[in-house]
């Protein structure tokens, strides 16, 4: 039973372009989500987190926008550089819990 | 930020031994460890979580005596594949866990494990 989805195995995104990465739940106890960033052949690397008492957290170039209602939160990076080229993978956790990853998106930003 | 590292970073072996993989945190003491295991194209799959000294809390369906978890130090957590099949071949990827955040989740670069 799939919790966390990550409906897009990959996106490419022309370079300055926003690159906008989706992640779907189920369980409606999560409370916390985080999105990594995973480069080929080394571990994930934090990104950016929310709160679900928030729709929208902002860090430089990446947002996470969270529609609670629809239990669906996003990724939106502007704009897009190459180095962002990576897996994304979405996480969520409830009470501190154990994180719940999704598939992953592979982004490939292009020049 | 920290550093958390894996050894091996991959390893062949032939179906029936045993294959051990360290996880260490190289700049803090970590509270807890985390061991993952993600299979092509699925998403990092819990498998236990470890504090320093005491037993592994295993996730359901994930074999405590095939998985042995040893966390003897804040900055040393070992997963051992007893009797490896090929079925165990895999990507295993450790994490710790600095503080109650998961933010201060860090993550090793993981081990590629084919057993043959």
């Known amino acids: 039973d799939q919790q966390v989805k990550q409906n897009s195995p990959s996106l490419s995104v022309q370079e300055g372009r926003i690159s906008i990465l989706n992640c779907d739940y189920t369980?409606?106890?999560?409370?916390?989500f985080l999105w990594y960033k995973k480069y080929p052949a080394e571990g994930p690397t934090f990104l950016i987190s929310?709160?679900?008492?928030?729709d929208k957290n902002e860090d430089g170039r990446f947002t996470v926008f969270l529609n609670k209602s629809a239990k669906h939160l996003s990724l939106h990076i502007v704009p897009s550089q190459p180095g962002d080229s990576a897996v994304y993978f979405c996480a969520a956790s409830w009470f501190g819990s154990k994180l719940t990853f999704g598939t992953g998106t592979r982004l490939q930003v292009t020049l | 930020g920290a550093v958390v590292s894996q050894h091996p970073s991959w390893v062949i072996c032939k179906s029936g031994t045993s294959v051990k993989i360290e996880c260490r945190s190289l700049d803090f003491q970590a509270t807890t460890m985390f061991w993952y295991r993600q299979f092509p194209k699925q998403s990092l799959m819990l498998m236990a979580t470890?504090?320093?000294?005491?037993?592994?809390?295993?996730e359901q369906g994930v074999e405590k005596d095939k998985f042995l978890i040893n966390h003897a130090s804040l900055t040393l957590s070992t997963l051992t594949v007893t009797s490896a099949h090929p079925e165990d071949s895999s990507f295993y990827i450790c994490s710790a866990k600095t503080g109650t955040s998961e933010e201060t989740q860090y993550f090793g670069p993981g081990t590629r494990l084919l057993v043959l």
């Open positions: 929310i709160s679900s008492i928030k």
């Open positions: 470890s504090n320093e000294g005491s037993k592994a809390t295993y």
């Open positions: 369980n409606s106890m999560f409370d916390y």
